[in-house]
Structures are given as C-alpha cells and as structure tokens.
C-alpha cells in the first residue's frame, strides 16, 4: 500500500498570503495524485487532478505540481473561503490511498 | 446537473447488515467507475472501494475485503455497497464519487 505524508499536519496563515502544502508519497504514484479540499460538514471537492490540472470550475489560485513522489498544492492569495482542510490521494495502485490532511487554518 | 445522493445509512449493532445505495443523476452513469469512501468522526478520508463502468472488475480496501460487496445497476443509475459482519470501527460517513463528484454522504454507525 502506497503511504502519503502530508505535511504541515497545520497551517496557519493570513488572508492574502500564498500557501504551500506538500503530499510525498511512499513509492513512485507518476502523476496519478489529486487533491481535495473538505470544510466541516461538507462532501470533499476535487480541486486538481493528475498532478496538475485544475478541475471544473476551480479558481486559478489553485495549482498542482509535482512527479514521481513529491507533490506540491500552492494556492496563490488565500481567500476566506479557502481555510478547510487539504487531502491528497493517489489514483496509481490500489488501493487509493489518502493522505491523513493539512488543516489550513486562519492566522 | 451531476448528482450523487446516498441513503441507507443508520444505526445497526455489531455483526449485523447494512446496504447502502447511491442515486445518481445529470450523466451517463454506465461510462463512470465509481467509488466508495468513508470518513469516521473526526479523522481523514479513507478509500474503501471501486467497481468499473459495466460492474465486472472491483477492489477492496484490506480492511473491509470479504465482508463489503460494491455493485451497480446501471438500467437504475445506481451504486451498492453490501456491508456485512459490521463492526464499531466501520463507523463513519460513507461517501459515493466518481472522483470529480461527490454525494452528501450517509451516516452508519455500529453500536450496541
């Protein structure tokens, strides 16, 4: 089973600063990695898919990069809407694991 | 518009049966592979299991193989899940995706 560490666990930060949250994986995924954003109570939403590429309808904030075991989230001017908390997970073996979450919190 | 609505969840006691169904709308359901995810109070999301487009290939999370059963109608738009022997740790919202789409999400909680 392939193991993503996400890390921060926690970060804190200010409206308008850019943030960066790192997804290593256990073994190679390629590009097969997404990311999701969860705020409390809420169903997850895709945000990037295949490492890098943003889904429908997400702002141009968010971006993906990353290959092979390192993956990097950036999201460019935080938003208030933007504090929730990140997974990523790997769509290269089963099963498809998650990382444990960044919560992304307001400074 | 794409949507996922879950139902049967609820409360059932240790060892017993539960099954849960996703409804889905807004798209061609019979081209998607579909998911199963759950997510227990409090903590992360976690995969529990997969099943193609025409329903012939799944897989399994370690920790639910042999007691979960995905499954599909696609005449009804509709995704199962099957789960047996339940036990306090399945305790959790389930969730139905494609991946790009995701239900609300339906409660199951195992509890004497």
């Known amino acids: 089973e392939i193991v993503l560490t996400q890390s921060p666990a926690t970060l804190s930060l200010s409206p308008g600063e850019r943030a960066a949250l790192s997804c290593r994986a256990s073994?190679?995924?390629?590009?097969?990695l997404a990311w999701y954003q969860q705020k409390p109570g809420q169903a997850p939403r895709l945000l990037i898919y295949d490492a890098s590429n943003r889904a429908t309808g997400i702002p141009a904030r968010f971006s993906g990069s990353g290959s092979g075991t390192d993956f990097i989230l950036t999201i460019g001017s935080l938003e208030p809407e933007d504090f929730a908390v990140y997974y990523c997970q790997q769509r290269s073996n089963w099963p498809y694991t998650f990382g444990q979450g960044t919560k992304l919190e307001i400074k | 518009e794409v949507q996922l609505v879950e139902s049967g969840g609820g409360l059932v006691q240790p060892g017993g049966s539960l099954r849960l169904s996703c409804a889905a709308s807004?798209?061609?359901?019979?081209?998607?592979?579909m998911h199963w995810v759950r997510q227990a109070p409090g903590k992360g999301l976690v995969w529990v299991s997969h099943i193609n487009s025409d329903g012939s290939s799944t897989n399994y999370a370690e920790s639910v193989k042999g007691r979960f059963t995905i499954s599909r109608d696609n005449a009804k738009n509709t995704l199962y899940l099957q789960m047996n022997s339940l036990r306090a740790e399945d305790t959790a919202v389930y969730y139905c995706?494609?991946?790009?789409?995701w239900g609300q999400g339906t409660l199951v909680t195992v509890s004497s």
């Open positions: 807004g798209f061609t359901f019979s081209s998607y592979w």
């Open positions: 073994q190679s995924v390629s590009s097969y």
């Open positions: 995706t494609r991946t790009d789409t």
